[in-house]
C-alpha cells in the first residue's frame, strides 16, 4: 500500500506560479507511475498530467501543456506539479494519483488505484 498527502495549494493571482508536492509513503519509491488530477466546482476529475516510475515519460492535458511541469524526486518518495501562467479555469482541487501500471498513455481516473486527499487550489482574476 502506499498514502499520498498533497500540499502546496492556496489563493494565486491569474499569471502566477504554484508549486503543488505529493509526498508517498508507504511502498514507495520508483514502483509506482504517478498522475495529477484536478475537480472543478461542480465538473468531473479530469487528467492534469502523468509521470513514469522513472520519470522519463511524462503526459499533459492539451490545457496545461506549456504552462505545467511534472517531475518526481524518488529518493524523496515525491512528485510535484509546478503550474505557470494560472488562469482561472485552473481552480480545482488537485489529486495525486498512484498507478501500478507503467505502460504508456493510462490518463483515466478508473486507472490510478491510489489517491490523495486533495489540495486546493485558487486562481483569483
Known amino acids: 500500500q502506499v498514502q499520498l498527502v498533497e500540499s502546496g495549494g492556496g489563493l494565486v493571482q491569474a499569471g502566477g506560479s504554484q508549486r503543488l508536492s505529493c509526498a508517498a509513503s508507504?511502498?514507495?519509491?520508483?514502483?509506482?507511475?504517478m498522475g495529477w488530477f484536478r475537480q472543478a466546482p461542480g465538473k468531473e476529475r479530469e487528467f492534469v498530467a502523468r509521470i513514469s516510475r522513472g520519470g522519463i515519460t511524462v503526459y499533459y492535458a492539451d490545457s496545461v501543456k506549456g504552462r505545467f511541469t511534472i517531475s518526481r524526486d524518488n529518493a524523496k518518495n515525491t512528485v510535484y506539479l509546478q503550474m505557470n501562467s494560472l488562469r482561472p479555469e485552473d481552480t480545482g482541487v488537485y489529486y495525486c494519483a498512484a498507478d501500478n501500471s507503467n505502460s504508456a498513455n493510462r490518463l483515466q481516473e478508473s486507472q490510478y488505484y491510489y489517491w490523495g486527499q486533495g489540495t486546493q487550489v485558487t486562481v483569483s482574476s
Open positions: 508507504g511502498r514507495t519509491g520508483s514502483t509506482y507511475a
